[in-house]
């Protein structure tokens, strides 16, 4: 994770299950600019995607799909909704300063406060 992808969003969403998903797309049609979603599995869906029973998304999209159709369809919106989704980024701790403490594959690190500019880069 590189300053650039979290250190000026305006709002960072903690979770890309299909409340995550939901709060990230209503504060983009709220007008909301940069909206930065993370997740700590490879995919959105949370819950959902390790369920293969199929009573998901009639109500939001009209069709009932099976949990892993679900999430394919939640990350489609969110990429048509401008919302910047961020995967295998685990959120370990926020600070009183607004900065997140993120773990990734690729090392632990601080993103930037939201409204920063110019947060550390991870360290490794
Ligand atoms: C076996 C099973 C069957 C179910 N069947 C149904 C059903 O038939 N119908 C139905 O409506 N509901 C069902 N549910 C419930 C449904 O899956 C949940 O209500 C729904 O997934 C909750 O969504 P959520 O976004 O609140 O949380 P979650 O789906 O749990 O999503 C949370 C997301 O946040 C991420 N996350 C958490 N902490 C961090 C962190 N620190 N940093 C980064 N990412 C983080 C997780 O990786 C996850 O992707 C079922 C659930 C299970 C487990």
């Known amino acids: 994770m590189t300053a650039a992808e ?20 209503e504060l983009r049609r709220a007008g909301i600019g940069r909206v930065v979603l993370l997740d700590r599995e490879g995919a959105l869906g ?6 293969t029973h199929s009573p998901f998304g009639m109500r939001e999209f009209g069709r009932v ?14 990429q048509r909704a401008g919302v910047e989704v ?10 009183q300063d607004g900065t997140l403490a993120l773990s990734t594959p690729e090392g632990a690190g601080r993103s930037g406060p939201s409204a920063s500019s110019s947060p550390p880069a991870p360290a490794r």
């Open 65 to 78: 799909c099976l949990g892993g159709a679900y999430g394919r369809r939640l990350a489609r919106e969110a």
């Open 86 to 95: 961020r995967l295998n980024c685990s959120v370990t701790d926020l600070g």
């Open 6 to 25: 979290t250190g000026i969003a305006d709002v960072v969403v903690v979770g890309g299950g299909p409340a995550g998903v939901a709060a990230a797309l």
């Open 46 to 51: 949370g819950a959902t995607r390790h369920c």
